[in-house]
């Protein structure tokens, strides 16, 4: 008889818990659930705005390159026109217009101008650098939303920090949130697994009442040396601009 107390009490004991356990997770998962739509909302983007915005470009080898920049982006077309200039004189270094998912471009590294699908630039090709990272993500960081893998197929988790990630033909993206502020995104880490690249990019600061940090730093490694460093300064943000078609010239 006592054996048989024994083993109700072990049981009851275990039942107790697994059911701790499982409203514990159905509080995480609610949780996670209730964030994703704050984050969601916080990060769509309005119908056409346009940034200002300084990058510079720190090289292991031989030194920093800056130059200015602007985007106009619209979200109810589906496009976007960046220009890069020379800091002081402010003559074109190269331009670059997105119309749906085909990118027109110039860029030091070739002559006259070139189409290609976004998924076959790299943020390197529109300057003079290395940086692997993929142009369709920096497009998203610079229109201030979540990329839409990451919405449709990202893997949410909630551990010291809220985080999602999403893994494509060998390529991990995850995004990190702020502790505090959890709607805001602290960090973006990307991989290329096969050639043991990654790019971590760091969101620092809050650049006025908008959803953009104050500066975004890009830190590169190949096989866990460092490679190239890339800046970018936010300066200014029209959140009601014009997006004409003129706007978004292809040549």
Known sequence: ???????????????IHAQNLDSQNFEVINDIENLKKEIFSYYSSPECFFLVFRTDVVFNSYGKQSVNGTMRADNVKNRLRIILTEPNLGIIYS???????????TSPRFQGIIKKNISEIELGSLANN????????????????????????GIWEQKEELSVRHLEKGNQIEIFFDRKEKKRIHRILFEKQEFQYRAIVHFIGKFYDTK?????????????????????????????????????PIR
Do not use: H
């Not at 008889?1 to 009851?12: P, S, W």
């Not at 331009?95 to 471009?105: E, G, I, R, S």
């Not at 993929?134 to 960081?141: C, E, H, T, V």
């Open 212 to 248: 953009y940090p104050q500066k975004i730093k890009i830190q590169t490694y190949q096989n866990q040396k460092p490679l190239e460093v890339m800046d970018i300064l936010f300066e200014r943000y029209i959140d009601n601009a014009r997006c004409n078609d003129e706007f978004f």
């Open 95 to 105: 331009w670059m217009t997105v119309l749906n998912n085909d990118v027109y471009m």
């Open 1 to 15: 008889m006592k054996y048989i107390y024994v083993l109700l009490l072990i049981f009851l004991t275990f039942s």
């Open 130 to 153: 290395q940086i692997k990272l993929p142009f369709s993500l920096f497009r998203d960081i610079l229109f201030g939303r979540i990329p839409e893998q990451i919405q449709t197929a």
